[in-house]
């Protein structure tokens, strides 16, 4: 597993097959270097995730989609914040999460370096690394790429964003959105038929309601029940915040939220909803902070703050 896989990147659905070792970029906007925006403990996840000290998360630079709601754009768009970090410092990263008492290590878009990722894995677990890996995905992925990461991870937290079109096309940024997730979905049911949230093994299939997109969300619950409900869990998010630079989506109203959960009470379905609060916390991140979310609720690696200095930064 080494560079040559960016020579002619094939690792996201894209397949823009430029060669990012010379510097170039597609899609993703990031070339062969691995960059990462924050690495600390954070409890925002699912229970199981979090844990009682929370999830050791690695957030990676740029995304293979451009969601017009993304509430990360500092860092998934162009030039945004973060920094270069080599493979042996990555995976000093992922073991220093262990001593600082993470419940599991969480890679959060890291599609695009999948190579440096399993390269950093490997070094890190000669060295004492034995975390639960979780595998923090858009769901654009290529089962291609996926079969290589595959053998590494024992958890996926899985966001199925849509089935339909032109929801991709609004909300992802990309109408073959809704092309990709189903053979992802089908190739993690054929490999990993039984989710165990308690021993942190399986499929976690996020879905997060759009506003104006009842219908779609429907349909997806619906599929969902009759395909994949005895294999994986699902976690149903309904607090939709619009980050600063897209003001003009709304948050669901209780209306819409009392049919949602009416419906979903009809479903035999397994997994965590997202309470609708008026008082909700603003997730929306600030990576030009040491610490980009609530206070409380995360924890930045002391490493991580050494290395970012250690660039000046």
């Not at 925002?44 to 989609?65: D, I, K, R």
């Not at 290529?142 to 339909?164: E, F, G």
């Not at 189903?182 to 996020?206: A, C, I, N, S």
Request: aromatic fraction near 12%; charge should be negative.
């Amino acid at each position: 597993m080494g560079q040559d896989l960016y020579e002619n990147c094939q690792l996201c659905p894209n397949l823009c097959g430029v060669d990012r070792t010379s510097g170039k970029t597609g899609r993703c906007n990031e070339s062969s270097s691995v960059r990462i925006a924050w690495a600390g403990l954070h409890k925002g996840e699912e229970p199981p995730v979090s844990g009682a000290n929370g999830s050791g998360m690695v957030f990676f630079c740029g995304c293979p989609l451009h969601c017009a709601y993304c509430q990360n754009y500092q860092i998934s768009s162009a030039g945004g914040a973060g920094f270069t970090v080599s493979v042996s410092e990555l995976a000093t990263i992922f073991k220093e999460l262990q001593n600082f008492g993470a419940t599991t290590l969480n890679l959060v878009t890291g599609t695009h370096f999948v190579p440096s990722i399993i390269q950093a894995l490997e070094l890190a677990k000669k060295d004492g690394f034995s975390l639960p890996v979780v595998w923090n995905s858009s769901g654009y992925e290529t089962v291609q790429t996926l079969r290589l990461i595959d053998p590494y991870i024992d958890l996926y937290l899985l966001d199925a964003k849509t089935l339909d079109k032109e929801v991709g096309r609004t909300f992802c940024g990309l109408a073959s959105y809704a092309d990709a997730i189903v053979p992802v979905m089908q190739f993690l049911k054929r490999r990993h038929p039984v989710t165990d949230l308690e021993k942190l093994k399986g499929v976690l299939v996020r879905h997060l309601v759009f506003p104006g997109t009842l219908d779609s969300t429907f349909s997806f619950l619906k599929w969902f029940a009759d395909n994949y409900a005895q294999n994986f869990r699902l976690s149903l998010m309904v607090q939709f915040v619009p980050p600063k630079a897209n003001p003009g989506f709304k948050s669901m109203t209780r209306d819409e939220y009392h049919k949602l959960t009416d419906y979903l009470e009809g479903l035999d379905i397994d997994g965590f909803v997202q309470e609708q609060d008026d008082n909700e916390i603003l997730w929306i991140p600030d990576f030009n902070r040491d610490n980009p979310f609530p206070d409380g609720f995360a924890k930045v690696l002391p490493l991580f703050l050494e290395y970012k200095r250690m660039r000046g930064l």
